[in-house]
């Protein structure tokens, strides 16, 4: 449980955490349910894609990565959250941490509505795996252009695991998983993992915290927009 102890020098990651227990906390009491079903899951802010139109507002595609489907999803996910959090928080920066994880959230949930959408039927997606694999590639990029090797290897084999795995279920015809959404939160992690690499310097406290509260006022907001107003 050294994570957990690392977890104390990773505020923003713990709080990304409480926030998903607090999604799913109050989606097991207002449903009376732990496992959801679909109406349950777009009520509580769903990416939802429907026969090729789109019937989802754009804040739905940062609250479904706050959204899990059932106990053993969010516990495999945040246990996951809480691995690459504790370990890159330090750093990349806790401002950098919370803005990564919404926006290679929201383009990973981007890229599975555009790709759910051509077929027939409804397309859900929820849960934070887009936004984490957007970590682990941030993390794991920063680490190769770093000069930190090992570290890059081991997490980019941690990738190659996760994608291994959602493909093989999807030819096999289980759609468990949402491969769009992490190969979206991937290259988008990617991207800014390159991006942070090049900037040598600490990140600023005036930055860091201005990241963190936009993050999380961003995430409030577009569950008051999707939840309150039922959009």
Same mark, same amino acid.
């Given at each position: &449980?050294?994570? /957990?102890?690392? +977890? ?7 709080? /990304? ?10 989606? #097991?009491?207002? =449903?009376?349910?732990?496992?959801? $079903? ?9 990416? @939802?894609? =429907?026969?090729?139109? $789109?019937? &989802?507002?754009?804040?739905?595609? +940062? ?12 516990? &495999?996910?945040?246990? @996951? ?6 370990? =890159? $928080?330090?750093?990349? !920066?806790?401002? %950098? ?8 959230? #929201?383009?990973?949930?981007? +890229? ?12 859900? =997606? ?20 770093? !000069? ?6 081991? %997490? ?12 093989? +279920?999807?030819?096999? !015809?289980?759609? /468990? ?31 860091d915290v201005t990241a963190i509260v936009a ?14 107003? !039922?959009?």
């Amino acid at each position: &449980m050294n994570w /957990l102890r690392r +977890l104390r020098d990773a505020p923003v990651t713990g709080a /990304l955490i409480a926030a998903n227990l607090l999604v799913y906390l109050v989606m #097991v009491l207002v =449903s009376g349910q732990v496992t959801f $079903e679909s109406g349950t899951l777009i009520a509580a802010g769903a990416s @939802v894609s =429907s026969g090729g139109a $789109e019937v &989802m507002t754009h804040w739905r595609w +940062l609250t479904a990565a706050f959204i899990h489907a059932n106990l053993l999803h969010i516990i &495999m996910n945040l246990w @996951v959250l809480g691995q690459i959090g504790a370990l =890159s $928080e330090k750093a990349l !920066g806790s401002g %950098l941490i919370a803005a990564t994880y919404l926006v290679t959230g #929201v383009l990973g949930n981007v +890229l599975s509505t555009v790709h759910g959408a051509p077929g027939p039927g409804k397309s859900l =997606s929820v849960g934070a795996s887009g936004a984490i694999m957007g970590l682990i590639g941030m993390a794991a990029t920063f680490a190769w252009r770093t !000069g930190q090797r090992r570290a890059a290897k081991v %997490l980019a084999l941690n990738v190659l695991f996760v994608l291994g795995v959602g493909l093989s +279920l999807t030819a096999s !015809g289980k759609s /468990l998983i949402d491969n769009a959404a992490h190969i979206g939160g991937l290259v988008a992690g990617v991207v800014i993992g390159f991006v942070r690499a090049a900037i040598p310097r600490p990140t600023p406290r005036w930055l860091d915290v201005t990241a963190i509260v936009a993050s999380f006022a961003l995430a409030a907001i577009a569950f008051g927009v999707v939840v309150l107003a !039922g959009a």
